[in-house]
């Protein structure tokens, strides 16, 4: 399967040349490269003609000796072109396409002994990524970054979805504004969240997303972020430019490097067309293949979780009402606060029905002592991972569970106590395995311990890799929430198989969710890989449940089921309480037919902020599903069934939201109906107020295709 | 044989007391506590009616509410005496007497909603402790110290043995002087450390050592320096006072607390006889006895090292002549550079050394990939404590000694990295477990990671017993370097069986030990426990090894005997190279003969600064050594044998400095005798300069006693 077509044209430049230019294979894209009479190295990239980034400035600032900044002359440049593929353990696509030219450029610091640095620059068709590399040579082993000097030069005041730069959250809402006026909605943007650190200074994080006035859709955010802290961009409001802010550690400093190292990949992904920032396979092209040698454990999961019932008020993690808590306590002689989710008795409950409706996995939060008191404290011994409350019986469920097919998935709550983690990590780990969980699900709601290091530093960059490396050592897959965001190492550490890392389901219960936040995702977050969004809220209008909770969620019940195929991940939730799924037992087929691995993915269409519709072939099987969904306007969505193989009928199962459909008003209304289609067929869609459409197409015998319309 | 006394005096004192008093069992000591008219706690202390601590204050400053510094009331007070006695797992003694009289006052802040707090005091005979603690009540849980604001206000400006504060080494030597010069002392005094950061107020670090002008003997330190940072003391040259200064964490703060809490007891060891500090157990009665409950794998143990001839510049612990090494590297490629010294070969020469003179355990250094470039970066990723060298042969050697009776000791340098070390923690101990290690050595030389923490900090005071505990569950004792020093947990913990945390023979290679030193350490730094100080070097001229060092070991040959019992450990190593001991077969014996473990211990003569003699029965043996070391100046020492039982004659065996020793001049004269002695013998015995006496006594058949004289 793999072709491979390596071009080398290396270039000695002895001083002479100052520029470099590359293009992309389909020449679309244009990188030069070029030094300043300074000697600083600086770059500029073109999209058909027009600008995406204007001559920018490149740089390491070294806090421990001489910078990598100025005084640089190019000492070698070379040029490759690299035409491949790979076939991810799981993904969008079963064959991904790698192709790309390359420019590396060595650049010498005369007055610094010669000693050099490397750039180098990868242009794909749909974008670019650049990094910094340092390779060993003498007087250059370990040295310090005090901060990274890569700008990016706009080429207008663009609309740009953005949340403010912060060291420790990336729960915060999008913010859609110009460029410009980020400073003046930097401060109204950081709301209030558990655990955060905002930049002073008006910032960005990445994944940022921007669109020009000339309709150029360009998304900025790094690939491979690796032993490196996490980048995110001040904002220049005047100028039009974006600067390099790494997240620093306790005492200021940003990164410790040794020797061949790198920084991570810079990407800058653009296209004239939505659709193609959401193809886009550039972030993971940029990660390298997986080093685990036997990935047959890895499996795409759907679940249900004793998880949701805490946000709706129904039940507490916390077992006891005592307030004040240590490890070494003996629960058993606290009183219970009768409102403990993860009983014996209430798992089974979940067990059962998972089981009956084939649903594989089951997530238990608040299973374990240290709930009482386990936020807000900057405690660190706040759980061990291995002890579980009196009314949870671990092996007496794990029997069970096995017994009915189903798996229980960990949960690992840190409350960012990440040395305190760490402490119990094989022990929990084995845990695990003597008990029977294929995954965890790690939690680090809370400052940061090392006290002063933050959760996007490069110390807890390298720990939550420390992490998914570990419980590969255990087959073991992990399922982080509030780490840093991803960056494509989904491929280097597939077992690291999905990530929250942003605002997801849980802010639903608290406070909402904006129509509009669904359709900005893809653009932003999940541009670095699988969301674990946690959908499926079928019961949307949160006080019929019943426990005192008056909130909403603010989608129709129809785009929660388009979610499973617009939000794409190999872990899938059915988040909602399972008295709700059945109440609803035609809608939830969706859920339990979806599929969760995929042979191809066709974004029909999109944009950031107001739709996404997607279809993808399921993995070895002639099926396929389609979620569209939209922001708080009501749209026509347009799904082109061109996708299909040629002459052959389907059966397509259409979930739409009922004509009087609205989020806001009438949630729960869909309907749902059975259609022959074929290669040919387009169907128009309504999609309600904040409203959905999924569908699946499945081959049909002619008995069941029987009496069915074409679309 | 334990008789317990329980007395309780409870005084329910409604507002109107301000002052309570104790006195120790034996009338000598009085303690006062008083409030002052602002609320504010205040202690005094007498011996024999002379002042020790004139009215100090006392309080805890909080970093995130209200302090405990003022405004309170003492709502309770309860007076307790208690006589009892404990045996150690090892120690000075088989016994411990315990017998104090207590006083617990309970104060209360009316104005912070009747938050209340505890002092408690326990007067022992030969000096006082005193803690702070938290109690759970509504309204305190969690809080934050800022400083603790405990003071020391002197009777005069004693002469005082001190080392300047500093929160990342203890391994400064001391300097003596008057209190009051310390300021303009400092400067000199903070010599330059491999990793330290010095308090730059005028400071001490604890244990310290003073001598008033009228005879007392008063020593400064803490016992049971748990989930809390070390204490160390600030100094007020100008009005006498010492005050409290805790060792920050990254950002500033000193202690994270939860209730049920509590400080350390600060204690304040007095008696008018120098010899009376030194037998003192009132730092171990402090501690908590051990909660482990199998000790029966915990033994005192002697051993060799691959270790002092790196210091002599014979060989190397690293391998290769790389000067950039990473983990992931293959060593195995890299170039020998020909003088690694923990290869198969040596090591099987240091086993066999070992094992033809009963020595039971060899420490090897140097053995584990990661030596070429381990200091002086900062960097996290040092060491795994699993990967040998590809010229050290783990599994052949563990056959190897084990054949020959021999244990190996696994050293495992950190580097400072305390991350990096309990991430590999667990596999480091099953590593050992699986190759017959029962004791590790661990070292923290570097700045500390996580970046900003402190060698003596609550992150890192609560690392190193994370470290024993983890250890015990394996079975292995562990032997701490560069860790925080000793405050008596060698009782909770006993498998941390011996730490060095101080300026130790390593020094002697590294321009030397002052001849006094040794004078002073059991005054001060082994007032908290038992120090690996590596004693038995017999070449004292470094340059006659011939490996270029031409350094030399400030010490006679025979005080580096006398050490074995002057410093009480028990671990003891005999340091020197298997060859230096070769060629001094007879003085060697005595290391061979000198036992580990105490029935009984009696400091016959002392003084800080000038000279110790001390004198041991072996436990479960008739059997008694004798150490006496004296500082620069020659001196007579004075052995009465009178610890012997009455009427029976003993072997008495004699290793004293030749008529001419002297440690610049002529260390390794010495000579040998055997006489008898009875409970009625006196020696006297004189002493080179740096020089010392050891004497072993056994019982001797009629044969064996012919022809001897009496003393």
Redo the contacts between chains.
Sequence with gaps: MKHFIFLLVSLFLLGGAHAQTITSPDKNLILKFELTSAGRPSYQLTYKNKPVVKPSLLGIEVANGPSFVEGFTISNSETTTVNDSWEPVYGEQKTIKNNYTELVVTLTQKAQKDRFIKIRFRLFNDGLGFRYEFP?QNGL??F?IKEEQTEVNLAGDHKIFWMPGDYDTNEYPYTTSKFSEIPSLQKKATIQITAQQPIAAPSVQTPAMLKSADGLYINLHEAALINYPALQYEVDAKNLKLKSHLVP???G?KG?M??PAQSPWRTIIVSDKATDILASKTILNLNTPTEYKDVSWIKPMKYMGVWWEYFVGKSSWAYSTA??V?LTDDFSTFKPNGRHGATTENVKRYIDFASEHGIEGLLVEGWNIGWE?WIG????DVFDFVTPYPDFNVKGLYAYAKAKNVKLIMHHETSGAA?NY??H???AFEFMNENGYPAVKTGYVGSII????HHDGQ?MV?HYI?VAKRAADYKIMVNSHEAVRPTGLHRTYPNWFAQESARGTEFEAMGGLAPEHSTILPFTRMMGGPMDYTPGIFQTELSKNGFGHNGRVNTTLVKQLAYYVTMYSPLQMAADLPENYAKYPDAFQFIKDVALDWDDTYVLEAEPGDYVTTARKAKGKNEWYIGGITDENPRTATVNFSFLPKGKKYIATLYADGPQASYDKNPQSYTIRKVLVTSKSVLKQGLASSGGVAISVKEGSKDEMKGLKNL
Excluded: S, V
């Design positions: 060993t082993t370990y310090i550690d306790a005492i400093n410790y040794q020797t307030t004040n240590k008191d404290n900057w405690k660190e040395t760490e402490r990590l094989d022990r090392p006290r002063g290091e110390m390298n420390h």
